[in-house]
């Protein structure tokens, strides 16, 4: 079946720590992919995506995501990450098999001042 | 831009009763929307997809009796929790794509509205 696998669920890190999460797919076909912030009572935000092109992706407020077509993964990073950053981030996969985005269970990031 | 508002952003009923949720979209035009629900510390779990014009299509599991989605213009969807019970009681989520107009969901970005919190009594 496909799914969309977050292997961190809670993470803590220290202000100016690195970040990196963990995100992979189980689909062999076309996949658009996505990561979504949820901040502390507000809505789903995205932050980054990748259609195609150069699988090194930018975001918004320095995150990034690299495509790993060969691993099924696309794994999002910070290289310093600030208190704000708290908030619960979830990968999406979109495929077109099935034309729905289909989401990971989201990892819950705490940053501590 | 892109900009998706629901309404009500919470409600509590009484069980038996029947509420409507209203998804907008407010600075385009929204081929597909998409409704899903999202348990405490759980993901989103998408319940149907519906596209303006046309009835929507509901994932397995999800009653469409109960469950009623209606997409009458490109920029308002509704999702009416019929005869809503105790179990009812969730976080529904509504998103909103550009999409194509080709009857089938596109894969462009979703963006999403800030949900609405539902708890019956």
């Known amino acids: 079946a496909q799914s969309v696998s977050q292997h961190n669920h809670h993470v803590i890190l220290s202000e100016a720590a690195s970040l990196e999460l963990g995100c992979n797919y189980s689909y062999g076909g076309t996949v658009n992919l996505f990561w979504y912030v949820q901040y502390p009572g507000q809505h789903l935000q995205l932050l980054l995506k990748?259609?195609?092109?150069?699988?090194l992706v930018k975001g918004i407020k320095g995150f990034e995501a690299e495509f790993i077509k060969s691993k099924f993964s696309f794994n999002l990073r910070k290289p310093s990450v600030q208190w704000s950053d708290t908030a619960e981030y979830f990968c999406a996969v979109w495929m077109d098999s099935s034309y729905k985005l289909i989401f990971g269970s989201g990892t819950r990031l705490l940053v501590r001042p | 831009g892109a900009v998706v508002s629901q309404h009500p952003s919470w409600v509590i009923c009484k069980s038996g009763t029947s509420v409507k949720i209203e998804c907008r979209s407010l600075d385009f035009q929204a081929t597909t929307m998409f409704w899903y629900r999202q348990f405490p510390k759980q993901s989103l779990m998408l319940m149907a997809t519906s596209n303006e014009g046309s009835k929507a299509t509901y994932e397995q599991g999800v009653e469409k009796d109960k469950f009623l989605i209606n997409h009458a213009s490109l920029t308002l969807s509704t999702l009416t929790v019929t005869s809503a019970h105790p179990e009812d009681s969730s976080f529904y989520i509504c998103?909103?794509?550009?999409?194509?107009?080709?009857?089938?969901?596109?894969?462009?970005?979703?963006?999403f509205g800030p949900g609405t919190r539902l708890t019956v009594l």
């Open positions: 990748y259609f195609s092109g150069d699988p």
């Open positions: 998103s909103a794509s550009p999409g194509t107009l080709s009857g089938r969901a596109s894969t462009d970005t979703q963006y």
